[in-house]
């Protein structure tokens, strides 16, 4: 469904995801969001955090190591990416490793292809934002199109539901029956 969002309707999408996003206090507050690069298909962040970098945050993305495992790295103010693991934009070899005690106070903005009403999320199935997200304290923002909910997941062990669920009709916390809009009003 996600994939066959028409342009229009993805572009008012985009810019409510990201209207309900500014609006979050933990994005107020974070001094590094550790985000993605959409692939076309998923909310693009871009514009967002290009804002954020503008204000002083600290931005990074995934990239792909010689061990097959992921890294944050800084993206640089030239939101300079290259082409990385299938394909994915990512940033560059010599851009920075982020530390990790900067990721563990992070605003973790995070795709998926699938969330439920108790924030789990489905991936796409290599547990790569589980394995980034293992040990950090940061919150955890999935970002999401309204029609990628779906009644429930199955979830193992090893996999972290998001503390916040941000779509363009909504922001949901885990632990929160009511799903509110950007201006306060209850959704059912």
Request: charged share 25%; hydrophobic share 40%; proline share 7%.
């Amino acid at each position: 469904m996600r994939k066959s969002l028409s342009p229009a309707v993805r572009c008012a999408a985009d810019a409510a995801i990201l209207k309900q996003l500014e609006a979050l206090p933990e994005f107020a507050e974070a001094s590094v969001i550790a985000a993605y690069a959409g692939d076309g298909t998923e909310p693009d962040l871009m514009p967002l955090l290009k804002r954020a970098a503008a204000a002083g945050k600290i931005i990074c993305l995934p990239r792909w190591r010689d061990d097959s495992s992921y890294e944050m790295a800084l993206l640089g103010g030239d939101f300079k990416t290259v082409p990385g693991k299938w394909n994915m934009p990512e940033p560059p070899k010599e851009a920075p490793v982020v530390e990790e005690k900067l990721l563990n106070s992070a605003l973790w903005l995070v795709p998926g292809v699938a969330f439920d009403e108790n924030c789990a999320r489905l991936g796409r199935g290599k547990g790569i934002y589980d394995r980034l997200l293992a040990g950090t304290d940061g919150v955890s923002a999935g970002v999401f199109y309204e029609c990628q909910q779906t009644a429930g997941l199955p979830t193992e062990p090893h996999d972290r539901p998001l503390d916040i669920v941000v779509t363009e009709s909504c922001v949901r916390r885990r632990n929160q029956l009511n799903c509110k809009n950007l201006h306060g009003k209850e959704l059912r």
